[in-house]
């Protein structure tokens, strides 16, 4: 099988999702848009359980028919990544296409502007190697970091714990999902990476000793950049 990550930024770094609404467009797009089928008009909505904001449908009236499995994602205020493996032919291709196409046309229309939103073409990187590919999940959903401890990104953590508090109260990437905290279910195909990083309570610790090792860095002032950019 093959695995792609793909990123898209704002053209100029720009700010591409303004508000929560935003952000549930996109997530909605995820899971409505990846279809061989033409889709002609808003099919499913958001509906809030105890637990979640799963998609349900008004009506269905054909079986969807998916062009890609979508392991893992993240949004942040201007980029976003997605994982990615094709399930029919040039599969990653023609969902993007219908991905940034559609979120770019609700973003204008909502906000009265005209001209590109995304930085020229997404990036599709093949994950061809082994390390690439057992770090990339962590990667994606630590990106909130971010917002929250910058220093991740040159291997420093000041407060894991309270990093840790921060990615389980971020709702826009399947981080929730994956350790078992239900968020958006119906959006990823959970199980290919789950047999190799472990169930949620797995994979909750091992993100979480990620977290730690970077203190343990800092006190031992060995730290070598091993993160991607």
């Not at 204008?108 to 990036?123: A, D, H, M, V, W």
């Not at 390390?131 to 929250?148: E, G, R, S």
């Not at 279910?185 to 090792?213: A, C, D």
Request: proline fraction near 4%.
């Amino acid at each position: 099988m093959d695995l792609y990550h793909v990123l898209s930024r704002g053209v100029d770094k720009r700010t591409i999702f303004m508000n929560n609404k935003d952000y549930f467009r996109f997530i909605h797009n995820l899971f409505e848009l990846n279809d061989e089928n033409p889709v002609t008009g808003s099919t499913y909505f958001f509906r809030k359980s105890s637990e979640s904001f799963d998609l349900a449908s008004r009506k269905i009236e054909k079986s969807r028919k998916l062009l890609v499995n979508i392991h893992a994602f993240c949004l942040m205020p201007n980029h976003y990544h997605l994982l990615l493996s094709p399930i029919v032919e040039d599969g990653v291709s023609k969902f993007m296409r219908k991905l940034n196409m559609a979120y770019a046309k609700y973003f204008n229309i909502k906000n009265e502007r005209r001209g590109t939103l995304f930085e020229s073409r997404y990036k599709s990187i093949l994950v061809e190697e082994e390390k690439h590919f057992l770090y990339l999940p962590y990667y994606i959903h630590m990106n909130p970091l971010d917002l929250h401890a910058p220093e991740w990104r040159e291997g420093r953590m000041f407060r894991p714990k309270e990093a840790m508090s921060f990615l389980k109260q971020y709702r826009w990437s399947s981080f929730l999902d994956y350790v078992g905290m239900k968020n958006f279910p119906s959006v990823t195909s959970r199980s290919f990476l789950q047999e190799i990083l472990g169930q949620p309570k797995k994979y909750e610790k091992e993100l979480m000793g990620n977290l730690q090792e970077m203190k343990m860095i800092i006190k031992s002032e060995s730290f070598v950049p091993v993160l991607l950019e």
